[in-house]
């Protein structure tokens, strides 16, 4: 069912039940290390499922076999999807303590938390699945792709546990039914929202831009240099893309042109030869002489090494700078320092040694008519990282220009479409249209409500011409308070684990009363307790008033973490906690104390006053 999911289309329909089979099998495991056995099988299949065309995909880029990669890949399964063994130890722990809400609460948190302090490779959630759907992915702007993964675990938990109890009473297994259409109707209501919203942004934006994407098809560069030679290699890519180039400025008047991934191979700017610096020059008078920038991938290099790298080059003006790559790819592109060694490059001669850059960073994009307008690039692996696009969006960028070379792919068209969805989440979570192109496909045009609006086909040459409104978007709940759902995920396990720890040591204390208790029995008659009797209104009122008390101290320790520190003002932060935190605190406590009660046994009765 995973695997169906994975494959979008009315697939992602699958989504809101896939899970459903796994967690009823968990429920049937009464220790905690079955429920961890069980994990590490899902992870191993679920990475057949979903994954097993990476492995193949990495066994054949590396030349160790199709099999053999797929075999490492079932291997590290539980390392590469951590998150799976993580929900199925948490939720056994917290289902053994709570009850099936917070199970299922503590099981989602465990998952996305895990996800953000473990950040994947492919920078894959489930909860990207949902895609396909342009309603219900909306939502993504509050809280990211990971927020959608949440949600989706607590609808396949209300499913779960209505299986379960389907033969009790009918308010048993209705209340989950009712509670999960509750989570997809929120979700459709504010997609609905958003989509109108962003409508009538688009309204009032003004001219669009419009961008030439060079998708050349050229990717096997090791073998062409055998046959060509270096030099000879460098010009047809050069030519190819001059060609093309003209035709998207004099046919389709593009205001812009963005060639993919590492195209110019050789460091720009820094020339290693005489032939390197007339290349340079070449393309700094291509761009004068078409009258438009040229974004394009290259490489730089300083005294401390190379960079994977974006060049801005402007007419006449030349080169306006360099985005370096932040997100580099493991072996491929480097090695990690603590692992990386002469003797170890001896054994991985195919291992790269690109330095990262220093995030993110926003050019202005001068256009001959006279617009400026700031762009935000990516490259490849950037577009995987939420906090980057984020950091980006703060930045004042209006538009993402994502460059990739996704050749690897190109027997595996889904890990392509696969990277294609990722990078869509950046554009819904910053509201930021995206004009994206690789070497040899996909490349694309996503809109800010992260509609593909136009795309290539994998391993073809083609001119595409993406055209996006340009707005300067109201920052979004991801931009202001970042990738914040794993971390409140970790808090409530945090506080779960305090709480069990707490209860742990109330229950030794207990126990040895008890036993003191067991040597001097006393009385049943000197049985007494304080305690409280709640109609259910009154019970639903002081429950609604606790949950805004905690929800509101939770909203103001974020917005004290994780907002402007500039702004803060202790005198409002102090009416802010009397306010949400205090007295609906104190109202909670006015309705206990009104209905208060003792309950005692006397004369063999239990009675309760």
Same mark, same amino acid.
């Given at each position: 069912m995973l695997g169906l999911y994975s494959h979008g289309g009315y697939g992602y329909l699958i989504g809101f039940v896939a899970l459903v089979p796994w967690m009823l099998v968990l429920d049937k495991i009464p220790s905690v290390a079955g429920a961890a056995r069980s994990g590490l099988l899902m992870s191993i299949f679920f990475v057949a499922a979903v994954f097993g065309w990476f492995g193949i995909a990495i066994g054949t880029y590396t030349g160790i076999g199709s099999v053999t990669g797929l075999l490492v890949v079932l291997i590290a399964a539980p390392v590469l999807q951590l998150q799976i063994f993580s929900f199925a130890v948490i939720r056994q722990l917290a289902g053994k303590r709570y009850g099936p809400l917070v199970r299922a609460l503590a099981g989602a948190s465990a998952w996305v938390a895990t996800e953000w302090l473990v950040p994947k490779l492919l920078g894959d959630t489930i909860g990207q699945g949902l895609h396909p759907s342009q309603m219900l992915r909306q939502i993504a702007d509050v809280g990211g792709a990971a927020g959608l993964t949440f949600l989706l675990i607590l609808i396949n938990e209300c499913l779960a546990f209505a299986i379960t109890h389907r033969r009790e009473k009918k308010r048993v297994w209705l209340r989950p039914l009712m509670l999960a259409a509750g989570v997809l109707i929120m979700m459709?209501?504010?997609?609905?929202?958003?989509?109108?919203?962003?409508?009538?942004?688009?309204? *009032?934006?003004?001219? $669009?831009? /419009?961008?030439?994407?060079?998708?050349?098809?050229?990717?096997?560069? =090791?073998?062409?240099?055998? =046959?060509?030679?270096?030099?000879e290699v460098v010009r047809h890519v050069l030519d190819t893309h001059y060609a093309m180039s003209r035709e998207a400025v004099e046919r389709d008047r593009v205001d812009a042109l963005l060639w993919?991934? %590492?195209?110019? $191979? *050789?460091?720009?700017?820094?020339?290693?030869? =005489?032939?390197?610096?007339?290349?340079?020059?070449?393309?700094?008078?291509?761009?004068?002489?078409?009258?438009? @920038?040229?974004?394009?991938?290259?490489?730089?290099?300083?005294?401390?090494?190379?960079?994977?790298?974006?060049?801005?080059?402007? $007419?006449?003006?030349?080169?306006?700078?360099?985005?370096?790559?932040?997100?580099?790819?493991?072996?491929?592109?480097?090695? @990690?320092?603590?692992?990386?060694?002469?003797?170890?490059?001896?054994?991985?001669?195919?291992?790269?040694?690109?330095?990262?850059?220093?995030?993110?960073?926003?050019?202005?994009?001068?256009?001959?008519?006279?617009?400026?307008?700031?762009?935000?690039?990516?490259?490849?692996?950037?577009?995987?990282?939420?906090?980057?696009?984020?950091?980006?969006?703060?930045?004042?960028?209006?538009?993402?220009?994502?460059?990739?070379?996704?050749?690897?792919? %190109?027997?595996?068209?889904?890990?392509?479409?696969?990277?294609? %969805?990722?990078?869509?989440?950046?554009?819904?979570?910053?509201?930021? @249209?995206?004009?994206?192109?690789?070497?040899?496909?996909?490349?694309?045009?996503?809109?800010?409500?992260? %509609?593909?609006?136009?795309?290539?086909?994998?391993?073809?040459?083609?001119?595409?011409?993406?055209?996006?409104?340009?707005?300067?978007?109201?920052?979004?709940?991801?931009?202001?308070?970042?990738?914040?759902?794993?971390?409140?995920?970790?808090?409530f396990l945090f506080l779960l684990a305090v709480v069990a720890?707490?209860?742990?040591? /109330?229950?030794?204390?207990?126990?040895?009363?008890?036993?003191?208790?067991?040597?001097? @029995?006393?009385?049943?008659?000197?049985?007494?307790?304080?305690?409280?009797?709640?109609?259910?209104?009154?019970?639903?009122?002081?429950?609604?008033?606790?949950?805004?008390?905690?929800?509101?101290?939770?909203?103001?320790?974020?917005?004290?973490l994780f907002g402007d520190s500039e702004q803060t003002n202790t005198l409002v932060q102090i009416r802010m906690f009397a306010a949400l935190v205090l007295t609906p605190e104190l109202a909670a406590w006015a309705i206990m104390r009104a209905f208060a009660a003792s309950a005692r046994i006397e004369n063999g009765m239990f009675v309760l006053e």
């Open positions: 459709a209501g504010y997609g609905a929202f958003r989509i109108s919203s962003l409508a009538s942004e688009q309204q *009032t934006a003004g001219k $669009p831009l /419009r961008v030439g994407m060079v998708q050349s098809n050229i990717v096997d560069y =090791e073998r062409l240099r055998r =046959e060509m030679g270096a030099y993919s991934e %590492t195209v110019y $191979p *050789t460091t720009y700017g820094h020339p290693k030869s =005489e032939g390197g610096a007339e290349l340079d020059k070449e393309i700094r008078d291509f761009v004068t002489a078409v009258k438009v @920038p040229l974004v394009f991938g290259t490489y730089d290099s300083d005294a401390i090494g190379e960079y994977n790298a974006a060049a801005f080059v402007e $007419p006449v003006a030349g080169t306006l700078g360099f985005y370096r790559k932040t997100d580099l790819f493991l072996y491929t592109e480097y090695l @990690p320092s603590w692992f990386d060694s002469a003797g170890l490059r001896r054994w991985l001669p195919g291992a790269g040694n690109w330095k990262p850059g220093d995030g993110a960073r926003v050019f202005p994009l001068r256009l001959a008519d006279g617009r400026e307008i700031p762009v935000m690039p990516m490259i490849c692996l950037d577009d995987v990282d939420s906090k980057l696009g984020i950091d980006g969006a703060r930045l004042g960028a209006q538009v993402i220009l994502g460059m990739s070379n996704d050749s690897w792919f %190109t027997k595996f068209p889904v890990g392509a479409k696969l990277h294609q %969805t990722v990078a869509a989440f950046r554009s819904i979570e910053t509201r930021l @249209p995206q004009i994206r192109v690789t070497a040899n496909g996909i490349s694309s045009v996503i809109d800010a409500s992260g %509609t593909i609006v136009a795309h290539t086909a994998m391993g073809e040459r083609k001119l595409l011409v993406g055209e996006v409104s340009v707005v300067e978007p109201r920052p979004t709940l991801m931009v202001v308070w970042g990738d914040w759902i794993g971390r409140v995920g970790l808090v720890i707490f209860d742990g040591l /109330r229950g030794r204390g207990l126990t040895r009363n008890a036993l003191a208790s067991a040597v001097t @029995p006393t009385p049943e008659e000197n049985f007494h307790a304080d305690a409280v009797v709640l109609s259910p209104f009154w019970r639903i009122a002081a429950g609604m008033l606790r949950l805004f008390s905690y929800a509101g101290l939770l909203w103001i320790g974020l917005r004290t």
